[in-house]
C-alpha cells in the first residue's frame, strides 16, 4: 500500500508521499511517489500516486514523454483544473489498454488515486484528487486536504489540527504524526517519505525533503507526541467501574 | 459500518461496540452489538459483532434459541475454544443457508465478524475472533486485543498504549478514546457504546454499561483528550523549512 497527504492552505501548499510498495509481503520494494511537473516562476504540478504500480508508473511516463509534444499537456495546461482533467484522462487510457485481453481482468485492480496539486500563474494554487475511474474533486476551505492509500490511522490528528488556515509549519509537523501514527500501525507504509511545501504565490523552484529513519526532527516529533500521549493519557481522570 | 473492539489482559476481559448500523447514509438504526451468555457463578460467553445486519442477528439468534436445547450449546460447552468454534459453525450455516439460491449473491457480502470472549470455569479468560469464513483466532499476551469493523482509526492509541499488564481502569480509558477518534472520523460509527468489564476469575454477573452523548466521563475524557493532544503538538518543536 501508501500513504499520501496533500493539503491546500490559505498560505500555501503541503504534499507528502511514503515510498514503500508491495505485491504480498514478501515484494517489497521502494518507489517515490512524488512526481513534479514545473517551469520555475510560472508553474508547479506536483502528482502523488497510490494504487497499481505498473498503472501510475505509465501514467506517469505518458505524461512526461507527452511534455515535449504538441497539444495539451503538463507543463501548457491553463488550469490546474485542465490538469486534473489530463491526468483522469491518462489513467483511463492505461486501464482501458492494460485491462483489455486479461481475462476478467484475473481478479487484478489495476486502479490508482492520484493527488494533483499546484499553482500556474493567473491562478490560486489547487489541489485535486483524481478517483480511480478518472473523475475528481477539488479541496475547498472547508476540507483542505485529501489522502490516498492507507489514510485512516493518520485522519483522527488531521481532522484534530488542520484547517484552512494552518500555517505551513503546523502542517508540516501534524503531516509527520500522521505518518509516524500510520507507519506504527501498518507495516505496508514504510520509510523514507518525500515531502514538499510550496508557499502561495512564490513560483520559486520546488525543494523536496527527504525524511528517512536518521532524520532528526522526524525523530525528535516520534518521541516528543509518544511521550505527551501517554502523558496526557496518564493525566486523564480514571473511572471506578466496579462498585 | 461498526467499531467493537476486545480485549484480554492479565487482569480481566473488556468489550466495547458502538450501535450504528446502515445501509447507504439514510437507512441507519441503532442495534446492540453486545450480546452476553452466562450463568453467574460459572460462566461468561460475550459475543461482539461487526457486518451483515441479518447474518449477525441469525446466527445470534440460533446460537440463543438452541440454548434450550440438547447438544453442545454456548451455556453448556466446555470451553471457550469450543464457544469460538460453535459461533463459527453457526456462521458458515447461515451464509449458506441465506446466499443459497440468490443469483452471484446480488453483490450482497453476507459475511460477519465476531468477538468471542469470555471465562469458562476451569479455565482463564480467552478471546477468540471468529472470521467470516468460520476459522478463528486466540488473543496472547503478545497480541491482546482486537477490533472488528472500522478498526483503523482507533488503532494507533491502543498500540501506544495497551499491553497484557494494562488495567482494567486503563484499558476502559483507551478504549473511550479509540472510540472517540472512530467517531469523529467516521460517520458509521456512532452512540451509544456498551462497554462491559469482566474481572479475572470473578464469574460475577455481567453489568455492561451503556455510554451516550450525555455520559458525564465519557465527556470529560473527550473533551480532556482532545485539549491534551492539542497542547502536546503545540508544545513539539517547529522546522524551519523555507531557508
Not at 174 to 187: A, E, P
Not at 207 to 213: L, V
Request: net charge negative; charged share 20%.
Amino acid at each position: 500500500m501508501t500513504y499520501c497527504v496533500a493539503m491546500r492552505l490559505k498560505a500555501g501548499l503541503l504534499f507528502a508521499s511514503d515510498s514503500r510498495t508491495n505485491a504480498g509481503v514478501d515484494h517489497i520494494a521502494t518507489f517515490r511517489k512524488m512526481n513534479l511537473f514545473e517551469v520555475p516562476g510560472q508553474r508547479l504540478v506536483t502528482i502523488l500516486n497510490a494504487g497499481n504500480l505498473a498503472t501510475t508508473q505509465s501514467v506517469l511516463n505518458l505524461l512526461r514523454q507527452r511534455c515535449a509534444h504538441e497539444g495539451a499537456q503538463l507543463l501548457n495546461v491553463g488550469s490546474m483544473y485542465d490538469a486534473a482533467e489530463l491526468v483522469g484522462r491518462t489513467l483511463k487510457e492505461v486501464v482501458a489498454r492494460d485491462s483489455v485481453d486479461v481475462p476478467q481482468g484475473q481478479g487484478i485492480d489495476f486502479g490508482a488515486n492520484f493527488l494533483v496539486g499546484g499553482q500556474i500563474q493567473g491562478e490560486e494554487p489547487r489541489l485535486f484528487h483524481v478517483y480511480p475511474q478518472g473523475n475528481f474533486i477539488e479541496a475547498t476551505e472547508d476540507t483542505p486536504y485529501f489522502q490516498i492509500g492507507e489514510a485512516k490511522y493518520g485522519k483522527p490528528i488531521i481532522d484534530r489540527v488542520i484547517s484552512f488556515d494552518s500555517t505551513l509549519i503546523e502542517a508540516s509537523k501534524c503531516t509527520l504524526i500522521s505518518f509516524d501514527s500510520t507507519i506504527r500501525s501498518n507495516l505496508s507504509v514504510g520509510l523514507p517519505l518525500d515531502m514538499l511545501l510550496y508557499r502561495t504565490d512564490s513560483f520559486a523552484p520546488a525543494q523536496p525533503h527527504r525524511i528517512d529513519a536518521e532524520d532528526p526532527y522526524f525523530n525528535q516529533l516520534r518521541r516528543g507526541w509518544g511521550e505527551g500521549l501517554r502523558q496526557v493519557f496518564k493525566a486523564l481522570p480514571d473511572e471506578e467501574w466496579f462498585g
